[in-house]
Nanobody, 128 residues
Framework: QVQLVESGGGLVQAGGSLRLSCAAS????????MGWFRQAPGQEREVVAS????????YYTDPVKGRFTISRDNTKNTVYLEMNSLKPEDTAVYYC?????????????????????WGQGTQVTVSS
């Protein structure tokens, strides 16, 4: 069992930056693959990025490649999503997710169904 709490969302102007944090507790953080998803109004929840146990492999959805960076600090039980050059279309509720697994691939962990644990979400609004 792991509990996830996101923070860092807010209102930012287009072109600006924001860093989301997801703090995990309750289990061995380094055993978990971590992901960020987002859901815009009227849209399905979609993967943003995922990262393996040690942060040596990561996946990004095409719209955020080159702009977003996922990272993790296992000493702090925290995964981050640094968002740069934000666009209005990045506006969404962003969710942190975790799955305890011994195998990882970006394709596999781009699916919501792979994750057993979810945070409550944090709103990111990008104004034009």
């Amino acid at each position: 069992q792991v509990q996830l709490v996101e923070s860092g969302g807010g209102l930012v102007q287009a072109g600006g930056s924001l860093r989301l944090s997801c703090a995990a507790s309750g289990d061995t953080f380094s055993d978990y693959v971590m992901g960020w998803f987002r859901q815009a109004p009227g849209q399905e929840r979609e993967v943003v990025a995922s990262i393996n146990w040690r942060g040596t492999s990561a996946y990004y959805t095409d719209p955020v490649k080159g702009r977003f960076t996922i990272s993790r600090d296992n000493t702090k039980n925290t995964v981050y999503l640094e968002m740069n050059s934000l666009k209005p279309e990045d506006t969404a509720v962003y969710y942190c997710a975790a799955d305890r697994t011994t195998a990882y691939s970006g394709n596999t962990y781009s699916k919501q169904s792979r994750y057993d644990y979810w945070g409550q979400g944090t709103q990111v609004t990008v104004s034009s």
